[in-house]
């Protein structure tokens, strides 16, 4: 009737510390690096399933949001949460392989959810996401190229930086988002800078 979730310390490999959530859950979609707000998959016997942004003891923040996802939907690897926790971003993977993913939407402040767009609609995989008032940040990569788009949740628009003249303040906007990342492909090792969306070759 309760979730436990284990805090461990990426220094030492130890358990750091539990969390005993007052709520049951069964599945953490997201939980950003230094925030006391989570999404998370809520737990019980239904036959949809529920979602809700919580807070570190479990405690539910604004409206549980019920889905027209059965409950056992393979949920995808990337996801996100706002600072406020009053939206998130989560993926469900639509084929057996996890190749093709739908991206949706949930807003605690309302309790609702829909469907953003589809992996189809980006150039290439989705790597991390960062939502904010400005909207979606997103980083993709295809083999040796990486790119940033932003999608406009009250829009429905995407739009890729760099392309059509479009560019963006990431550090800005995005504050929590790094400086910059890195890949590895079959070919080679790269630095992408999200601030100036430039890619640099490290090593063969």
Partial sequence: KKSEVLLISADSGKLDRSLTLNTP?????AWPAGSDKFAAVLAGETVKAKLAVMTGAGEPVGKEIATDLPKDTRFGPVAAVDAAGNTFVFSVIEDEIGSRLSYYMADAKTGTVKRAFGSEELPGRIERLWLSAAGLLIV????????????????GKMNQ??????????KKNWPDAPADMMFVSYTAGYRY??????????FE
């Avoid at 800078?193 to 490290?202: E, I, V």
């Fill in 161 to 170: 930086v760099g392309k059509a003249g479009f560019t963006t303040d990431v």
């Fill in 193 to 202: 800078d999200l601030g100036t969306n430039k890619t640099k070759r490290l």
């Fill in 25 to 29: 859950v069964a599945r953490i979609l």
């Fill in 140 to 155: 993709t990569s295809k083999r040796d190229a990486f790119h940033e788009v932003v999608y406009d949740p009250a829009t």
